[in-house]
């Protein structure tokens, strides 16, 4: 059965450094997403990508994130300047469409440690 | 704005015991409910969905029904084993919106 991956599993950075976050989503899949769960807390919503734009961010998605899709395969979440409080689980997604009743597929995540 | 309430764990119960976890909603208009399971150390599984009232999920023994009338989407089994533990989301997608609004996540565990 096709699967979301992640990698990689876990990245530990030191403040201020800027982190690349990969995830390969399900090859027929057309709608991506980044969600985060930082411990002990909910699982939210960073962004929503669809034909190279972001069809939906939350404000958390602020100007020290960006996604890129670079070629056919992979969809990257980067943060260019960590902070402590990025420390989180990083889940990539992806859905074969953008509706609401949709099913989106989760990857086994990323747990991001910033020093 | 959207959120979803869901029972504080964690939840431990002995094999074959009935399981219930209540999940309760706001949200505007028709959104539709899903349940995730996540086994230790793996990703978000879905594990059920409804997309309307009164529909019921259901899948792998487990069954959750749409009830518009009480905002509630609460999670049962009738029998849990061993392998049910995990931590067991509760989520919503409102109408026209492409973002997921996760509950906090009720860890479950099933002793022999």
């Known amino acids: 059965e096709p699967e979301v991956t992640q990698t990689p599993s876990h990245q530990v950075t030191q403040m201020g450094q800027e982190v690349i976050l990969r995830c390969v989503p399900i090859?027929?899949?057309?709608?991506f997403y980044w969600y985060r769960q930082i411990l002990g807390q909910k699982v939210e919503f960073l962004v929503s990508?669809?034909?190279?734009?972001?069809?939906?961010k939350s404000e958390i998605f602020d100007d020290q994130f960006s996604v890129e899709r670079p070629d056919g395969s992979n969809f990257t979440l980067k943060i260019r300047s960590t902070k402590l409080e990025d420390s989180a689980m990083y889940f990539c997604?992806?859905?074969?469409?953008?509706?609401?009743?949709?099913?989106?597929?989760f990857g086994p995540g990323t747990r991001l440690t910033v020093l | 704005g959207d959120s979803v309430t869901q029972m504080e764990g964690p939840v431990t119960l002995s094999e074959e015991a009935f399981l219930t976890i209540n999940c309760t909603y706001t949200?505007?208009?028709?959104?539709?409910l899903f349940w995730y399971v996540q086994y230790p150390g793996e990703g978000l599984q879905l594990l059920l969905k409804?997309?309307?009232?009164?529909d019921k999920g259901s899948n792998k023994g487990f069954e959750a029904t749409y009830r518009k009338e009480t905002t509630s989407f609460h999670l049962e089994k009738g029998s849990v084993q061993v392998s049910d533990s995990a931590v067991y989301f509760c989520?919503?997608?409102?109408?026209?919106?492409?973002?997921?609004?996760f509950g906090k996540g009720t860890k479950l565990s099933v002793i022999p």
């Open positions: 990508f669809y034909n190279n734009e972001i069809s939906e």
């Open positions: 949200a505007t208009g028709y959104p539709s």
């Open positions: 090859s027929n899949h057309l709608y």
């Open positions: 997604a992806s859905s074969t469409v953008g509706s609401w009743t949709d099913t989106q597929y």
């Open positions: 409804a997309t309307k009232a009164d």
């Open positions: 989520a919503l997608s409102g109408a026209g919106s492409y973002q997921l609004t």
